[in-house]
């Protein structure tokens, strides 16, 4: 008996001893063919789903990336074969995601994500593709529609749709979402070129207040082109140290002698000329930039300040003030930047004070807690910037052990010589003191205001009235 004939009749438990007779033969073939035929339709149902998790998103079932991109080509290439045909996408992200799920846990995000994609479905028509881009972003590709106005009444819908509450394990959760739209374009070549500027619209809706939509306009395209050519520039302004440090004195209001500077950041652009912290840190914060940036302030304030202390200022060393932001003050190695500013200039931790805004300490108030704590044990002053504008009170300035407030240059410039608008910063004044905490007075441009200070005892000031933010060299002339 052939081996092959004979491996098959033992896999089947037949004798191979006994070969079958002629009825049970076929019976056996009968047998062997079935068992192909269902082992065929298993190797083709794993493919289905294997080919069908490749293309789907494992939590809510959707089409994932991938498919979406292939539907986007689809909807490209019908459009360039029939121009009449029009689409539009729609990027949507949820406006409190993280909060939900960092507050009431993962399990409750997943099934929010369930949720939303049970409401996105139902909002579109069935022939459109909603998918899952990852976190709790989605993209939805509207197919076959009229004009701009008909994605816009889509893009309502879907608001309308995920806002209503929803109540998940006891929870009674809002959600908002922030969509951006675009409309099919000859201009566009590719999937990747709709998503980026649905993307772009989208980030727009969220600066405009979020849980709303906007459409992508060629202004928005202008913006766009302006940011990325100013990071590049950015990264480059870096490198080829365009970046300017600039001081302002910081006045002793008891005896007017200058105590200090704030160390204010310029940048000298090649093209665009002198710009000011306005016209560059939005972005610098939003790409991460001002961490490097950062880090080169700290060096060159540091070094700077040393030189003054150790030569011209020795005899009344002085302290200079850096500002912060809240992406500084948690990036990780903040510490560490600050340390080896202080160890390669040689400057004392003590003439060294950092400003941050009162908004950090609502970021994540036990990491800020932290920092300050390790800032302190260095010997770092800290004192709180534009006090007055944000949400902070004595009481927390207090408990984050925080050395100095600065008010806020609004406070002064409202008050006059009568006395009129001064009971705030009297009450914020009258309150530091009370705590302990020094009292710092920004933008003072008129002796009255000086005078006014005075009278209420803050500590010191600074403001144009004794001197502008100007670079080393013309601050070193005030040190003479
Ligand atoms: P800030 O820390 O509140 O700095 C005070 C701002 O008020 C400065 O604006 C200063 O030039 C301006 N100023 C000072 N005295 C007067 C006055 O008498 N009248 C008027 N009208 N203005 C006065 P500047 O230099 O444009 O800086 C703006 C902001 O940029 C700063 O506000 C600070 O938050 C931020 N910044 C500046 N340098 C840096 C830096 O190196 N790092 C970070 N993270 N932020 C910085
Ligand atoms: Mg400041």
Same mark, same amino acid.
């Given at each position: 008996?052939?081996?092959?004939?004979?491996?098959?009749?033992?896999?089947?438990?037949?004798?191979?001893?006994?070969?079958?007779?002629?009825?049970?033969?076929?019976?056996?073939?009968?047998?062997?063919?079935?068992?192909?035929?269902?082992?065929?339709?298993?190797?083709?149902?794993?493919?289905?789903?294997?080919?069908?998790?490749?293309?789907?998103?494992?939590?809510?079932?959707?089409?994932?990336?991938?498919?979406?991109?292939?539907?986007?080509?689809?909807?490209?290439?019908?459009?360039?074969?029939?121009? &009449?045909?029009?689409?539009?996408?729609?990027?949507?992200?949820?406006?409190?995601?993280?909060?939900?799920?960092?507050?009431?846990?993962?399990?409750?995000?997943?099934?929010?994500?369930?949720?939303?994609?049970?409401?996105?479905?139902?909002?579109?028509?069935?022939?459109?593709?909603?998918?899952?881009?990852?976190?709790?972003?989605?993209?939805?590709?509207?197919?076959?529609?009229?004009?701009?106005?008909?994605?816009?009444?889509?893009?309502?819908?879907?608001?309308?749709?995920?806002?209503?509450?929803?109540?998940?394990?006891?929870?009674?959760?809002?959600?908002?979402?922030?969509?951006?739209?675009?409309?099919?374009?000859?201009?566009?070549?590719?999937?990747?070129?709709?998503?980026?500027?649905?993307?772009?619209?989208?980030?727009?809706?969220?600066?405009?207040?979020?849980?709303?939509?906007?459409?992508?306009?060629?202004?928005?395209?202008?913006?766009?082109?302006?940011?990325?050519?100013?990071?590049?520039?950015?990264?480059?302004?870096?490198?080829?140290?365009?970046?300017?440090?600039?001081?302002?004195?910081?006045?002793?209001?008891?005896?007017?002698?200058?105590?200090?500077?704030?160390?204010?950041?310029?940048?000298?652009?090649?093209?665009?000329?002198?710009?000011?912290?306005?016209?560059?840190?939005?972005?610098?914060?939003?790409?991460?930039?001002?961490?490097?940036?950062?880090?080169?302030?700290?060096?060159?304030?540091?070094?700077?300040?040393?030189?003054?202390?150790?030569?011209?200022?020795?005899?009344?060393?002085?302290?200079?003030?850096?500002?912060?932001?809240?992406?500084?003050?948690?990036?990780?190695?903040?510490?560490?930047?600050?340390?080896?500013?202080?160890?390669?200039?040689?400057?004392?931790?003590?003439?060294?004070?950092?400003?941050?805004?009162?908004?950090?300490?609502?970021?994540?108030?036990?990491?800020?807690?932290?920092?300050?704590?390790?800032?302190?044990?260095?010997?770092?002053?800290?004192?709180?910037?534009?006090?007055?504008?944000?949400?902070?009170?004595?009481?927390?300035?207090? &408990?984050?052990?925080?050395?100095?407030?600065?008010?806020?240059?609004?406070?002064?410039?409202?008050?006059?010589?009568?006395?009129?608008?001064?009971?705030?910063?009297?009450?914020?004044?009258?309150?530091?003191?009370?705590?302990?905490?020094?009292?710092?007075?920004?933008?003072?441009?008129?002796?009255?205001?000086?005078?006014?200070?005075?009278?209420?005892?803050?500590?010191?000031?600074?403001?144009?009235?004794?001197?502008?933010?100007?670079?080393?060299?013309?601050?070193?002339?005030?040190?003479?």
């Amino acid at each position: 008996m052939h081996p092959i004939l004979q491996k098959l009749l033992k896999r089947f438990q037949l004798d191979p001893a006994e070969p079958p007779d002629d009825t049970s033969w076929e019976a056996f073939l009968d047998d062997v063919n079935a068992s192909l035929v269902q082992a065929d339709e298993q190797r083709e149902q794993i493919k289905e789903q294997l080919s069908y998790d490749a293309l789907h998103d494992a939590l809510t079932g959707l089409p994932n990336r991938t498919l979406l991109l292939d539907r986007l080509q689809q909807a490209i290439e019908r459009r360039k074969r029939n121009p &009449e045909y029009d689409f539009a996408v729609i990027f949507m992200d949820l406006d409190r995601f993280k909060i939900v799920n960092d507050s009431l846990g993962h399990k409750v995000g997943d099934l929010l994500l369930i949720e939303i994609t049970h409401r996105l479905t139902n909002s579109v028509r069935s022939m459109d593709t909603v998918a899952r881009m990852g976190g709790d972003e989605f993209v939805i590709l509207l197919e076959d529609v009229d004009d701009v106005q008909q994605a816009q009444h889509f893009a309502a819908r879907i608001l309308e749709g995920i806002t209503a509450p929803l109540h998940l394990e006891d929870h009674e959760i809002i959600t908002t979402g922030s969509l951006g739209i675009v409309v099919s374009e000859a201009r566009y070549e590719n999937p990747e070129d709709y998503l980026r500027d649905a993307d772009i619209a989208m980030y727009h809706a969220k600066e405009m207040g979020k849980s709303r939509y906007e459409v992508f306009t060629a202004e928005l395209h202008r913006q766009a082109m302006t940011r990325l050519t100013m990071e590049a520039s950015m990264r480059k302004g870096v490198e080829q140290k365009e970046f300017v440090v600039y001081y302002q004195p910081i006045i002793s209001l008891k005896d007017e002698q200058i105590v200090g500077f704030e160390a204010l950041l310029r940048w000298q652009h090649p093209r665009r000329g002198f710009l000011l912290p306005a016209d560059f840190l939005p972005l610098a914060e939003e790409t991460g930039l001002i961490v490097p940036i950062g880090k080169w302030v700290l060096d060159e304030v540091c070094r700077q300040t040393a030189e003054w202390n150790q030569g011209l200022r020795s005899d009344a060393p002085l302290s200079v003030n850096v500002n912060l932001s809240t992406k500084q003050l948690i990036h990780p190695n903040l510490v560490d930047d600050i340390q080896s500013a202080l160890a390669e200039s040689g400057l004392e931790s003590k003439y060294l004070t950092v400003e941050m805004m009162e908004g950090a300490l609502v970021r994540d108030e036990d990491l800020m807690r932290e920092v300050l704590q390790k800032l302190k044990d260095l010997g770092i002053s800290v004192h709180m910037d534009n006090f007055g504008t944000g949400f902070s009170w004595l009481g927390n300035i207090n &408990e984050y052990s925080i050395d100095a407030i600065k008010i806020n240059r609004g406070f002064i410039a409202s008050m006059d010589i009568q006395g009129n608008n001064a009971g705030l910063v009297r009450t914020i004044t009258n309150m530091a003191q009370e705590l302990g905490v020094e009292v710092y007075a920004e933008g003072i441009e008129t002796s009255d205001q000086k005078f006014m200070l005075t009278a209420l005892g803050a500590d010191c000031g600074q403001g144009y009235l004794f001197g502008k933010p100007q670079d080393a060299e013309a601050s070193e002339g005030l040190l003479n």
